[in-house]
C-alpha cells in the first residue's frame, strides 16, 4: 500500500479525529503542517480545491472532509468502527451528519468565545486577547438545549452508539475542548460519561491533543 499522508495542524480539531482513529487502527501516516490561517498556501489549495484541513492522501488519491477520511480508513481497514451491517453503519451515518450539521456549530460557537478564536472563512484563528468570559457564559445558556439534544442522542455506556465506532472519533476532540474551556457538563451525563471514556483511551493520547 501507498504511505498515508495527513495533512492537518495541531489545533485542528477535524485532524484531530483523523489522528485518533490512525492511532485506533495502528496506522503509520506521515504527518505534515498546514498553517491554521485563513490563507493557505497555493500549493494546498491546488491540492485540494478548497484548501479545508485536514486531507489525506494515499497514492493519487488526495480526500478532504473529515468524517469522509474516517469512513475511507476504516472501510480500508475493514474496521468495525465502521460497522459492516447497513443498519449500524445507517446509525452511524446519521450520527455523525446530525453532530456536523446541527450540533458542533453550537460547540464551536462556546469555543470561540472562551478560547478567543475569530471565525474566519473555514477557519478559526486563535487569538487569546479577545477571550470573552461573559460571552462565553451567556453562550453556554443559550446552547443548552442543542447540548440536551446531543445527550440524549448519547448512548450512557460511554460511547455515542453504544460500543466505540467512528461516530467517537468524530466527537472526541469538541468534548476534548469543554475541559479547555470550562464548559460544564455536569447536566448531561451521558456526554460528562462519554467524555471520559474517550479521554481516557490509549490511542487517544497517541493522537496529541493541544488545544
Known sequence: METLVLYG????????????????LGLAYEDRRVPLTHL??????????LGRIPALVEGDLVLTESHAILRYLARRERSPLYPAT????????EFLDRFLAHLRPALA???????????VGATSVRAPATRDPDAARRIEREIRAA??????LVRPEGAVLGRFTIADCAIAPA???????????AAYPNLWRLRSHLLGRPAWRVAGPSL
Open 9 to 24: 495542524h495541531p489545533d485542528s480539531s477535524n485532524a484531530l479525529k483523523i489522528r485518533f482513529l490512525l492511532a485506533e
Open 40 to 49: 493557505r498556501p497555493a500549493e494546498y489549495v491546488s491540492m485540494t480545491v
Open 86 to 93: 447497513d443498519p449500524d453503519r445507517a446509525r452511524v451515518d
Open 109 to 119: 460557537r462556546h469555543e470561540n468565545a472562551a478560547l478567543g478564536r475569530t471565525p
Open 147 to 152: 447540548l440536551e439534544q446531543l445527550d440524549t
Open 175 to 185: 468534548l476534548h475542548r469543554t475541559v479547555r474551556t470550562g464548559l460544564d457538563l
